[in-house]
């Protein structure tokens, strides 16, 4: 897969990503292989009210949700960023295999965790909604 370091939504800059993960070895491992894939990781977190304020400050341009079929947690978090006044491009990551989520996927783009990279999150986002 070839791989490139900014999102076409982007423009010519870096696409600008913020990580929200309650597992800090995930975000971790993430925000390292897309930093070596010349992605701006501008933030990282666990879901929390704090996420959402650092997303409306930071403005990036995707952000990576984790999400979990038994916990609403995730979804949340992505609705409420999609409520943003300026929304950024909300991609949902998970370890579970995408059928586990039934419809609750409807309308999000969907990267399984042992697929990111940036090609795969700049794909979904340019799928979602739009960059910036």
């Not at 990503?17 to 292989?33: G, N, P, Q, T, Y």
């Amino acid at each position: 897969m070839q791989t490139s370091a900014a999102c076409p939504a982007a423009g010519a800059r870096s696409a600008r990503i913020v990580l929200i993960d309650d597992h800090e070895i995930s975000r971790a491992a993430c925000r390292a292989l897309l930093r070596t894939e010349g992605i701006d990781v501008v933030a990282d977190m666990a879901v929390g009210d704090h996420a959402i304020a650092v997303a409306a400050a930071l403005r990036p341009d995707v952000v990576i949700v984790d999400v979990g079929p038994a916990d609403d947690g995730g979804f949340g978090m992505a609705r409420r960023l999609r409520a943003l006044p300026s929304p950024p491009a909300v991609v949902l990551t998970s370890s579970a295999e995408p059928a586990q989520f039934g419809a609750q996927l409807n309308g999000y783009s969907y990267v399984a965790k042992a697929d990111l990279c940036a090609q795969a999150i700049c794909d979904a986002a340019l799928r979602g909604t739009s960059c910036g």
